[in-house]
């Protein structure tokens, strides 16, 4: 089944909620970074989240960058998106191990440790929008919490899950980020809080077979929802192209260039985001060379 992401907002406009199922793009997720089970859900909970928060962009070109930076063994995560469901990102370190908390349980807030969550929207103009908190617990979905509660002071709720086989591929993933707005009544408040308090982990319902949908509605029991669904689908994509690594060569500048050129004789760039490989020949870079020494 492809990936969703449905929106919903209450007939009084108090609540807004996204729900996604990301279980393909997680899925290729790991098969490109090759990930261990814990850099599976770590960077499958960040896509997921980041897919949800593109969705709630509203231009064609605007972007979105989630930065998660623990001291944790996994090192930083990246995710970009953009307003249409296309998602990226990388793990600096995917083969991460770390003892469970309980069965089952991956250790992520561990593997991903203390430090910062930033966001950078870029939504075309000037200067891109961006904000940092603390990490809470490096769970991901109470990270992402806290930057809406502290940076953008909206009170929300987020759940994101990612389930990984004993064999380390992915069975389902997705999860919900629902926001209080303006319009909000203390009661609504307090039948959300009830609501979450009782709802199983995304990935059980997942499994369970619910579909976004019986999430939704699950969550936001009690209210008088309106439901859409966005016209895209979430999707592992990656926009990278030849020239873009050209210009990253380019950025080495001369002598790391010159120095590669005589010690190497030819460069096999692999894209950080996908598993897409450019190869360049000595030929290729010494014409970059040239291109660099003429200015
Ligand atoms: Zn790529």
Request: hydrophobic letters at 40%.
């Amino acid at each position: 089944m492809a990936d969703t992401i449905l929106r919903g907002i209450s007939a009084t406009g108090g609540i807004r909620i996204f729900v996604a199922e990301t279980t393909e793009t997680v899925r290729r997720a790991q098969q490109i970074h090759k990930t261990y089970p814990i850099a599976t859900a770590a960077l499958g909970r960040l896509l997921t989240a980041g897919a949800m928060m593109g969705d709630m962009m509203k231009g064609e070109n605007d972007r979105l960058t989630l930065r998660v930076a623990g001291d944790g063994p996994l090192g930083k995560l990246i995710v970009t998106s953009d307003s249409s469901g296309h998602v990226k990102g990388y793990v600096t370190n995917p083969l991460v191990e770390l003892p469970s908390k309980a069965p089952g349980k991956l250790n992520v807030g561990a593997a991903v440790g203390q430090g910062t969550l930033s966001v950078v929207c870029d939504l075309g103009m000037k200067e891109p929008y961006s904000a940092q908190t603390d990490l809470v617990s490096g769970e991901i979905a109470e990270d992402i919490t806290s930057y809406f509660a502290t940076s953008e002071q909206v009170p929300s709720a987020c759940a994101l899950g990612v389930l990984v086989d004993t064999d380390g591929s992915v069975l389902n993933a997705g999860g919900f980020i629902l926001q209080l707005m303006p319009e909000a009544t203390d009661e609504d408040a307090i039948l959300l809080e009830e609501n979450i308090k009782k709802l199983p982990p995304i990935t059980t319902l997942l499994s369970e077979g619910k579909s976004p949908e019986d999430i939704l509605l699950t969550v936001t029991e009690g209210f008088d929802m309106f439901m859409y669904q966005n016209e895209t689908k979430p999707e592992y994509l990656c926009d990278c192209t030849r020239e873009r690594v050209c210009s990253a060569l380019l950025g080495m500048g001369k002598e790391e260039l010159r120095a590669l050129i005589d010690e190497q004789g030819k460069a096999e760039v692999t894209c950080q985001f996908c598993d897409r490989i450019y190869n360049f020949s000595k030929e290729d870079l010494e014409e970059l060379y040239a291109r660099l020494t003429k200015k």
